[in-house]
């Protein structure tokens, strides 16, 4: 049974049609599935004869590759043209650089009569054209051919590479059968397209791969339509399977599957050979001529694909043009929220600045305050070695009232947090020698460098310090009468201060990562843009670290100072508490002797009055060496240096190498970002600061083109 004359098909919507096309052309397929008619198969399938069909052009052949890119075939019916007329150009890829696309996209040809030159376009996508050349021999890029004329029919195909598995020496790698795979599945797995599976006849249908894939994203099987090709070489006696295969799939209901027969090998270097009529004399004959109408010939193919297309077209149109709209809006607004674009100085310098001057509530003086507090507590209760005695040696000190336990665990007086001028308690109860940590904070792992380790301070020993300055005074004696070596202090206080380093260094660290947390902080709130507030911190980290080595620096000057300098000060307080210290030596001492004298008063009643003692007993209570007396008075000498000592040195580090360093000095770390820093920076500083990243600029760039051919799409809409 031979099929009827061909009639023009009036189901296309040439305005529906035209509209997606113009889609296709601006890249709008990229972003959104638009509907479409994909040739699919393998590798040597007979998908280039089906095309030739179909353009009646001359397609490339080669024995060792076939197509190398997809090709978007447009058919379109001009009654005003009195001849056909093929345009060429190139849809180029979105991942091509800007200058590359450029160039595809303006390049155009007219008057195209054969496909045929194996270095067509190649040269232009910057494909292989010789083995081992170092081109790719695949591209994502889109020959786009417009056939018009006087006889077209409104048809539009897209053909993409065949599938394979094995690999050409010095043509085609592993990575190219992924791409073509890849580049396939991404336009089948689209759910408004329609694929069109090219299968030769004379193979097992139901094993080809690219049918497995059809099943795959199709398995109602309402958007395939296969196309059985090579009937002529087809076993003899083995037609009636093929004929089966073709009617069971008709009464399916479903799209179906039609038989086309091309032009053999012999037949394609005959240019008298007239593919269509060759085609309809073979399904003339039998069994061929079994065939029910509409499932054979190139005439029923391109009436059916129309017929397919109009449904689709009209079908998803104006879902299409929904989602094109809302994709274009989430394209803007994905674009808005990168900011204005910095490639210029100026505008790398200005941006941010309406933002970067914020004085954001911090709590850093909180912090600072409470730290410089605990710091004080702790050199006063634990920065000597050994605890100072008071009152007579001889004898056990009575606990003194005013001696508090700290969270911490350190025993300390009103003499260290208060105003008076009580001394600390030397001994500690039991239970209350706990260890504290030099630090409060945690490291930075930015500053771990810079920082020092978190240490272990013990509290001051109880009791020995008579017996320790002895030995010292023992092994610096000279010739001295009454006196002692005027280097035993400098010793001594060196000694005694061993754990103010510990102390200090804990404490300016932990002042530091303060500092630089509230740094961080404030340019993040200051700053909605966190990449611009890493970026800040990461240009300035340098500078950072230049000023808080200066802060160390003066801790450990003022450090060197105290401990290793000459004892020296003018604060009429030492003098005061070295006489506070020996009358309360004497006092201890003559305690014993004082006694409450016999009273009465007026009415006969005994009344008690103050502590009295004789003159008799003021003679020296206890006899004691020249060198126990000499003991003593070092003793009291360096009590009282050590206590004028530690609060001068307290103070020095808070207001000096803390506050004026790190926190309110004119070259502070806050003193480094402002808007002269900011004027100062180089040009590569700023790319460094503000300068977009290779992938935001990426992104940009995508951005942009997708909103530019989104709005161009949208406008081919609007017609």
Not at 566 to 584: G, I, S, V
Request: proline share 4%; charged share 25%; net charge neutral.
């Amino acid at each position: 049974m031979t099929s009827d004359p061909p009639k023009r098909s009036l189901l296309a919507d040439p305005t529906y049609l035209e509209i997606i096309d113009k889609l296709f052309a601006c890249n709008v397929g990229e972003y959104i599935s638009l509907p479409q008619l994909v040739v699919v198969g393998d590798q040597s399938s007979g998908k280039s004869s089906v095309l030739e069909g179909l353009t009646k052009l001359s397609f490339p052949r080669d024995s060792g590759l076939c197509t190398r890119f997809a090709t978007h075939i447009i058919f379109r019916l001009e009654t005003h043209m009195s001849k056909r007329d093929i345009e060429v150009s190139i849809i180029p890829s979105s991942d091509l650089e800007t200058a590359d696309a450029k160039k595809l996209r303006a390049w155009k040809r007219s008057g195209a009569e054969t496909l045929e030159e194996k270095d067509f376009v190649h040269e232009l996508m910057g494909l292989s054209s010789s083995p081992n050349d170092g081109k790719p021999t695949f591209s994502n890029s889109v020959l786009r051919l417009q056939i018009s004329g006087p006889e077209e029919e409104h048809l539009s195909v897209i053909d993409v590479p065949g599938i394979f598995k094995n690999t050409t020496t010095g043509l085609t790698t592993k990575n190219d059968i992924t791409m073509v795979r890849n580049m396939v599945l991404l336009y089948m797995e689209n759910p408004r397209s329609i694929m069109l599976t090219v299968v030769p006849a004379n193979v097992d249908i139901a094993t080809q791969e690219i049918v497995e894939l059809a099943r795959e994203y199709d398995p109602i099987g309402e958007r395939t339509l296969g196309i059985l090709t090579k009937p002529d070489l087809v076993d003899s006696g083995a037609e009636s399977r093929t004929l089966s295969f073709v009617q069971s799939q008709m009464a399916r209901g479903k799209l179906g599957w039609i038989v086309m027969r091309n032009l053999g090998q012999q037949q394609l270097g005959n240019p008298q050979a007239n593919r269509d009529l060759e085609e309809m004399t073979f399904f003339s004959k039998g069994p061929w001529n079994q065939l029910p109408t509409g499932c054979f010939g190139i005439h029923a193919l391109r009436d059916r694909l129309q017929e397919l297309q109009s449904s689709i077209t009209r079908r998803e149109f104006p879902v299409v043009r929904n989602e094109l709209g809302k994709k274009l809006a989430s394209s803007r607004d994905a674009l808005q929220s990168l900011g204005k674009e910095r490639e210029t100085a100026a505008t790398k310098a200005n941006y941010g600045s309406e933002k970067a001057f914020d004085d954001p509530e911090m709590r850093l003086a909180t912090l600072i305050v409470s730290r410089n507090m605990s710091f004080a507590q702790d050199l006063m209760a634990r920065g000597h070695k050994y605890a100072f005695q008071s009152g007579d040696v001889s004898a056990a000190a009575p606990p003194d009232p005013n001696t508090v336990v700290q969270d911490n665990g350190c025993a300390t007086t009103s003499s260290f947090t208060g105003n008076s001028d009580e001394e600390v308690q030397p001994s500690v109860a039991k239970g209350q020698r706990k260890l504290i940590s030099s630090r409060r904070t945690s490291d930075c792992e930015a500053l771990q460098d810079l920082l020092c380790a978190n240490e272990k301070v013990e509290p001051s020993v109880p009791s020995g310090v008579n017996d320790w300055i002895n030995d010292l005074y023992s092994q610096s004696k000279g010739f001295e009468i009454g006196t002692f070596n005027h280097h035993l202090l400098s010793t001594l206080m060196r000694r005694q201060s061993a754990k103010w380093t510990t102390l200090v260094q804990g404490y300016m660290s932990d002042t530091i990562v303060y500092v630089h947390t509230f740094l961080q902080k404030a340019l993040f709130a200051s700053c909605s843009d966190n990449q611009l507030s890493c970026n800040i911190v990461s240009l300035m980290m340098d500078k950072l670290i230049e000023k808080y080595r200066q802060a160390i620096s003066t801790s450990n000057y003022l450090l060197d100072i105290e401990r290793a300098g000459t004892p020296m000060t003018l604060n009429h307080y030492l003098n005061e508490n070295l006489q506070k210290n020996r009358q309360k030596r004497f006092q201890n001492r003559v305690s014993k002797k004082a006694f409450v004298p016999s009273a009465k008063s007026d009415s006969g009643v005994r009344t008690a009055t103050e502590k009295l003692i004789r003159l008799c007993d003021l003679e020296q209570q206890s006899h004691m060496s020249n060198s126990e007396h000499t003991v003593h008075d070092i003793h009291d000498i360096l009590r009282a240096y050590y206590k004028v000592s530690c609060k001068r040195f307290i103070d020095n580090i808070c207001m000096q190498a803390s506050d004026h360093h790190l926190i309110t000095g004119q070259r502070s770390p806050f003193r480094l970002f402002n808007p002269t820093w900011v004027i100062g920076l180089s040009n590569n500083d700023l790319q460094r600061l503000v300068g977009e990243s290779t992938a935001t600029k990426r992104r940009r760039q995508q951005l942009r083109k997708e909103v530019q051919d989104l709005g161009n799409g949208r406008r081919a809409l609007m017609g």
